[in-house]
């Protein structure tokens, strides 16, 4: 499965972003799909997560400002972001988990200007 990332951008502390992942080559609805995040200098960290069954998980930080969807028929993930802050600043992945096997996207930068 090949995952290829994009919407990412320059914005201003406050502003929103939506960050969308295509899959191609494989069964996309499933598997797990999940959006990380790599700040300057630090490690690459999971912002978001959707089960199989649609469940999601995200990191404290972004709760209640990110949310993570998936189109099925497009085979395609989302990160939708609002309220973005500064500290969200960081080049964002999207990576694919199925039963033996997981795949990452080639990473979107997103950029929060204060």
């Known amino acids: 499965v090949q995952l290829q990332a994009s919407g990412g951008g320059l914005v201003q502390a406050g502003g929103s972003l939506r960050l969308s992942c295509a899959a191609s080559?494989?069964?996309?609805?499933?598997?797990?799909m999940g959006w990380y995040r790599q700040a300057p200098g630090k490690q690459r960290e999971l912002v978001a997560m959707?089960?199989?069954?649609?469940?999601?998980y995200y990191t404290e930080s972004v709760r209640g400002r990110f949310t993570i969807s998936r189109d099925n028929a497009k085979n395609t993930v989302y990160l939708q972001m609002i309220s973005l802050k500064p500290e969200d600043t960081g080049v964002y992945y999207c990576?694919?988990?199925?039963?033996?096997?997981?795949?990452w996207g080639q990473g979107t930068l997103v950029t929060v200007s204060s």
């Open positions: 990576k694919i988990i199925g039963p033996g096997f997981d795949s």
């Open positions: 959707m089960t199989r069954g649609g469940s999601t």
């Open positions: 080559g494989g069964i996309f609805s499933n598997n797990e």
